[in-house]
């Protein structure tokens, strides 16, 4: 990502390696995390924030049927579980994702048909 003509992404990309190898120093990590939607880890933490969202679905509608084209509460969940379902299907999601998924109330690694 180009930012006036600076590489933002690989910016970043050297701040999270330098805190990976010890060699940030805690006031630079405290203003990086100060940052809205800060991520040391984005992939990991945007998984995170699926699952939640998918949980909190979950328990309000008692199961973990979603639709391909279902938003809640403005996230793109649906979107979210079928990225899910395509990397298992693919071997790209590891195992403790899969149990994860699978504890929760009627998972189907089947695709939902829209209505």
Request: net charge positive; aromatic share 14%; charged share 30%.
């Amino acid at each position: 990502m180009k930012y006036e003509s600076y590489s933002l992404g690989q910016w970043v990309g050297v701040q999270i390696r330098s805190k990976k190898i010890n060699k940030l120093d805690l006031e630079k990590i405290q203003l990086l995390e100060s940052l809205p939607q800060w991520f040391w880890n984005p992939r990991e933490d945007l998984w995170n924030e699926g699952f939640e969202y998918l949980k909190k679905y979950t328990e309000e509608q008692g199961n973990s049927k979603v639709t391909a084209r279902l938003q809640y509460e403005s996230y793109s969940l649906g979107q979210w579980v079928m990225v899910q379902k395509r990397s298992e299907k693919n071997n790209k999601l590891d195992l403790e994702k899969i149990r994860l998924l699978e504890d929760l109330p009627q998972w189907s690694w089947s695709v939902k048909k829209e209505n």
